[in-house]
């Protein structure tokens, strides 16, 4: 097209209703911190400090990283929106990519955004961005201002860069007042879940000793979702995905298997059944945590498996990486790869749930033996008792001697044994498929109808009354043409 030759308008968004769009991405605050974290690491930076300040509806969030810092025109720059082109090809380590996390993460959450950063050898400059005065002015303008007590943060330090969030209006309603102790116990309550939410989505960086993370001066301790450290914990071997990401499955030891702290820890804060799934990672940073990418469901049996993506950067758009970095969109030709490895791993996480992580062939070289066993018949299944369990044969012994001791000591261990678990999860997953009693067996049933008959006449029963009798006898009821056709 000639652009020349058309005749041209401006069309400039309307910097009001343009950053209220802003708003609304759907960051929530341990998200939109761990944005702001992002362009920490990419910084440089060694230390990270996340505080908070108490003022009721004056609070203040502050992040401050002794990164590389900026100097004044690389300030006003990264507070533009949109100042790195989307496409741009990313350092291998940098975690931006749509140069608006910064301002787009901060608005979700306050209405002020001030930053006040140095670089070495440069005097530290600050600027703020206040939606009240660009709804006022109308104006994509910048303001000289820093909230009070701030302005000389840096002065001692050699680089480093400080972001203030005030006018928390997402969190606090401006009226909150300071000692309002309700509001007080949500707002560190929600501090505490950016807390974990870092811990989490930095953990291979703390571990690495790459960064330290500190909330409210206390340093943050990594939060691994795979309990590498735990014996009984089950690694499968890492497997490619094509396009360059790498997957690797981990069996969380079952709860017996790990003593009491460890398995609270590892159920983060939302439990175990909520932490299954996937864990996406790109770079070493965590972007999603626990979910199937809308390949199965999270079921209770399957809460002991979790398998770790890598990604390399250069995915981002194959993998549909938002701007919050908080979801992914695996690529139609990894999706079938996906779900055979995750078959692999929640197969084998439902073993260790089922048998309580017991390991079916032990190391002595003795084989395990189950007590129960599930048999497959076309589509049907059933459980039967394991006939050569140790325990069956010395019933058998026992019936001998003593038989009414033998058939009550059987009945207890069915009663006791039955495998609840297994049965529940076999239904949830193959439906009504179970086998009927004696489906499938009708000339034993047929025998056992028979004899139970001609014991009630020789009792003394008419022909009716013993038919009456089986066809109220469970589950022999279930047969009432076997039974009248005697
Ligand atoms: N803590 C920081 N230290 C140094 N530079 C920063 C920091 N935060 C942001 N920047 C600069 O601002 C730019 C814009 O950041 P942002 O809006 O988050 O977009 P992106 O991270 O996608 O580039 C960054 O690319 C970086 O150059
Ligand atoms: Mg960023």
Known sequence: MNYTEIEKISAVPAP?????????????????????????????????????????????????????????????????????????????????????????????QCRMLTVLSKKKGYAPVYWTWDLDYVNYSHTWELLRYIP???????????????????????????????????????????????????????????????????????????????LIGESATQALPEDYISGGATMKGYILPHKSKINDGIYKYAEGLNGWNAQQGFYVYRGKRLLLAGEWLGLFRKEEHYKLARIMIDLPNKLDTEWQID???????PPMVCRDQLRSYALRVRSQACEAYRHRGRIIKQKSGQMFQPLWLDKKKGDKWSFVVNREHFLIQEFKELAHTDPDKAMEQVLRFIEETIPIKSIFIKESESGENQTKPFEGADNDIIIIIKTIYKNQITIGKTPEQAKAFLLNLEPFNNFPELITSI
Not at 66 to 89: F, Q, V, W, Y
């Open 16 to 108: 009001a209703s343009m950053i209220e769009t802003f708003r609304a991405i759907g960051y929530s605050l341990d998200t939109a911190v761990a944005d702001i974290i992002d362009n920490s690491i990419s910084a440089g930076a060694k230390n990270i400090y996340v505080d908070s300040q108490w003022e009721g509806g004056g609070s203040i969030i502050t992040i401050f990283d002794d990164g590389c810092g900026m100097n004044c025109d690389e300030l006003i720059d990264a507070m533009r929106p949109g100042t790195k082109h989307p496409l741009d090809d990313r350092d291998e380590k940098d975690l931006g990519r749509f140069g608006l996390g910064l301002k787009t993460s901060s608005f979700s």
């Open 323 to 329: 701007i919050k970095k908080s979801t992914a969109r």
């Open 148 to 226: 009070e007590g701030y302005s000389t943060f840096l002065d001692d330090k050699e680089s480093g860069t400080l972001i203030i969030w005030s006018k928390l209006d997402r969190i606090l309603p401006a009226e909150t007042s300071i000692s309002d102790n309700g509001a007080l116990g949500k707002f560190t309550e929600a501090m505490e879940r950016v807390k974990h939410h870092i811990s989490m989505t930095f953990h291979r960086f703390i571990e690495d000793k790459q960064i330290k993370l500190h909330c409210w001066n206390k340093s943050i301790l990594p939060w691994n979702p795979f």
